[in-house]
């Protein structure tokens, strides 16, 4: 049975910075694209950042300049470096793996609660 698990939530300060880690247990690690969703409270979820296999990066416009995504295969985990936060980045961060050629995620993280607040 294939885990991915998250870990690194919490709850911060205005212009703090956290790193969320997203690790896996598939056999191979490096053939799929990875994915930061979030799901902030009365709203749907969104995407906050993808990596690709060759590491292309893309990111919501919300987080651009704040947050960085990047991959180690040899650990099996991507990583999310939330800089600068804010109060409405509050919500849960999913991750999620997805296969070549797929839009749709087949394997999901259980979540990490992210809290800015004053």
């Known amino acids: 049975q294939v885990q991915v698990a998250e870990s690194g939530g919490g709850l911060v300060q205005p212009g703090e910075s956290l790193r969320l880690s997203c690790a896996a247990s598939?056999?191979?690690?490096?053939?799929?694209?990875v994915a930061w969703f979030r799901q902030a409270l009365g709203k749907q979820r969104e995407l906050v950042a993808q990596i690709g296999i060759s590491s292309p990066t893309n990111y919501a416009d919300s987080v651009k300049g704040r947050f960085t995504i990047s991959r180690d295969n040899a650990k099996k985990t991507v990583y999310l470096q939330m800089n600068a936060l804010k109060p409405e980045d509050t919500a849960i961060y999913y991750c999620?793996?997805?296969?070549?050629?797929?839009?749709?995620?087949?394997?999901w993280g259980q979540g990490t609660q992210v809290t800015v607040s004053s």
């Open positions: 598939v056999s191979i690690f490096s053939i799929y694209n």
């Open positions: 999620g793996l997805k296969r070549r050629g797929e839009s749709t995620v087949v394997y």
